[in-house]
C-alpha cells in the first residue's frame, strides 16, 4: 500500500486528525520471529513458531515556531504467526517537545520504570528476556505500558535526563468512582559516553495488591568490542489475609538481580550472555535464569542469532525463559527447569 492511499484510508477510519497531512512523519516496523524448541522440564517438549513483539507504526511531529514540535505515533503489534493483531496496542501518544523544556506527552507507553532496564538488556524480546524474572505475577507485575498517561521528561543536564509518568485509570477507558487503578512511575537515567544507567521507582495502586518496586540498572562499554551490564530490582505487593480469624498484611518482597555481557567477536558477529537470579520471600520460589546466544547482523536493521536459555526452579516456582514479549508461550511446572532453543531473525523497516 503507498503512503498516499494508507494516510487517506487512516483519515477515513477516524484514527488521525487531518494536520497529519502537513506533518513530517514516517512508517515503521518489526519483523521479528523465531522457531524454538520449548521443553518444561516434565511433559512439555514442543516446537513453535512465534512472533516476538513485532510491530507496525507511523509517526511524525511537526516544527509550528521555534521550541515548539507537535509529535504523535500509533503503534501496534502484528503477531506474524497468528491473525490476533489489534490497532493501536503499542505505544500511541500525542505530544509536544523543545530542546530547552523537554517533552510533554499524552496517551499510552512504556513506562519510565520498564525502559529503565535498557542498559542491562541484552536479550530483549528473545527468549531469556530479563522480565521473565522481574515482571511475575506473584510479586508485582511491572515492566508494563500504561492506558491513560501523562509523561514528562526533562531537557538533558550534562546526560542526565528526569522522567515521570502518571495513569489515572491503567486499565479501563474511563476513571470509576472510587477506582484504585492508578500508577506512578519515575526514572533518573543517564548516558555519559561509554556509561549508561537508569534508577527507576513505580507505584501501582490496583486495589488489590498496591505493588511497589525500584531497580538500578548500568551498562558500562569497557572497550569498542566488550560491554557489560548489571541489574537489580526490589519490589513489594501487600499480602493482606485473614489468618485464624485475625487479619494480617504480611508484605511479600522479592529481589531479581543479575549480570550480563555482549562481546563483539567479528565486526558482524556478538555473544551475548547473561545470568539472573531470583530471591522471594515466599517459600520455595526462588529461581535462575540463564541465557546465551550468537547474533549475526547483516547490518543494523536486519539480524539473525541463535540462543539458548534456562530457568532453574525451586519446588514453588514455575517460570520459564520464554514467557514475555512472545506469541508462544506455554507455563511452566513447579520445581522444573525450562528450556529453550530459539533461531531467530529481526528485521527492523
Same mark, same amino acid.
Given at each position: ?6 494516510? &487517506? ?8 486528525? *487531518? ?25 512439555? !517438549? ?7 513483539? @513485532? ?8 516544527? /509550528? ?10 503503534? +501496534? +503489534?502484528?503477531? /506474524? %504467526?497468528? !491473525?490476533? &493483531? ?32 535498557? *542498559? ?32 514528562? =521528561?526533562? *531537557? ?8 515521570? +509518568? ?19 512511575? &519515575? ?23 498496591? *505493588? ?20 537489580? =530490582?526490589? @519490589?513489594?505487593?501487600? !499480602? ?22 555482549? /562481546? ?7 555473544? !551475548?550472555?547473561?545470568? /539472573? =537470579? ?7 520460589? %526462588? ?13 543494523? %536493521? ?48
Amino acid at each position: 500500500m503507498n503512503r498516499k492511499h494508507l494516510l &487517506t484510508s487512516l483519515i477515513a477510519a477516524g484514527l488521525v486528525v *487531518p494536520a497529519l497531512a502537513t506533518a513530517d512523519w514516517t512508517l515503521y516496523g518489526r519483523a521479528h520471529l523465531s522457531a524454538d524448541i520449548l521443553d518444561d522440564g516434565a511433559e512439555y !517438549n514442543e516446537f513453535n513458531v512465534s512472533s516476538n513483539s @513485532s510491530r507496525l507504526g507511523f509517526k511524525g511531529e511537526r516544527e /509550528f515556531r521555534e521550541q515548539l514540535v507537535g509529535m504523535f505515533q500509533i503503534e +501496534q +503489534q502484528i503477531d /506474524f %504467526d497468528t !491473525n490476533g &493483531t489489534n490497532f493501536a496496542t503499542r505505544d500511541t501518544f500525542v505530544g509536544l517537545k523543545g530542546s530547552e523544556w523537554g517533552m510533554l506527552r499524552i496517551g499510552k507507553f512504556d513506562t519510565p520504570f520498564k525502559r529503565a532496564r535498557g *542498559p542491562a538488556n541484552f536479550f530483549g524480546d528473545q527468549v531469556g528476556d530479563m522480565r521473565n524474572l522481574t515482571r511475575t505475577n506473584a510479586h508485582g507485575r511491572y515492566d508494563e505500558r500504561f492506558n491513560n498517561s501523562i509523561h514528562y =521528561q526533562t *531537557p538533558s543536564f550534562g546526560g542526565l535526563t528526569w522522567n515521570i +509518568q502518571y495513569s489515572n485509570e491503567t486499565s479501563d477507558a474511563t476513571t470509576g468512582d472510587g477506582a484504585e487503578n492508578k500508577a506512578y512511575s &519515575t526514572s533518573l537515567n543517564l548516558s555519559m559516553g561509554d556509561l549508561t544507567g537508569a534508577l527507576a521507582y513505580e507505584k501501582q495502586e490496583n486495589g488489590a495488591n498496591d *505493588p511497589d518496586a525500584w531497580r538500578l540498572a548500568v551498562g558500562y562499554r569497557i572497550t569498542p568490542a566488550f560491554r557489560v551490564g548489571a541489574f537489580y =530490582q526490589n @519490589s513489594e505487593v501487600d !499480602n493482606t489475609r485473614t489468618v485464624g480469624g485475625n487479619l494480617v498484611t504480611p508484605d511479600i518482597e522479592a529481589d531479581v538481580y543479575g549480570l550480563g555481557g555482549q /562481546f563483539r567477536l567479528t565486526p558482524s558477529m556478538y555473544l !551475548n550472555g547473561h545470568v /539472573f =537470579q531470583l530471591d522471594s520471600d515466599l517459600d520455595d520460589a %526462588d529461581a535462575t535464569m540463564y541465557a546465551l546466544g550468537l547474533e549475526y547482523r547483516l547490518d543494523s %536493521d536486519l539480524r539473525f542469532y541463535g540462543n539458548i536459555a534456562m530457568v532453574d526452579n525451586d519446588d514453588a516456582s514455575a517460570l520459564t525463559p520464554w514467557g514475555a514479549a512472545r506469541s508462544a508461550g506455554p507455563g511452566g511446572t513447579e520445581g522444573e527447569n525450562a528450556t529453550a532453543l530459539s533461531i531467530g531473525m529481526r528485521y527492523d523497516f
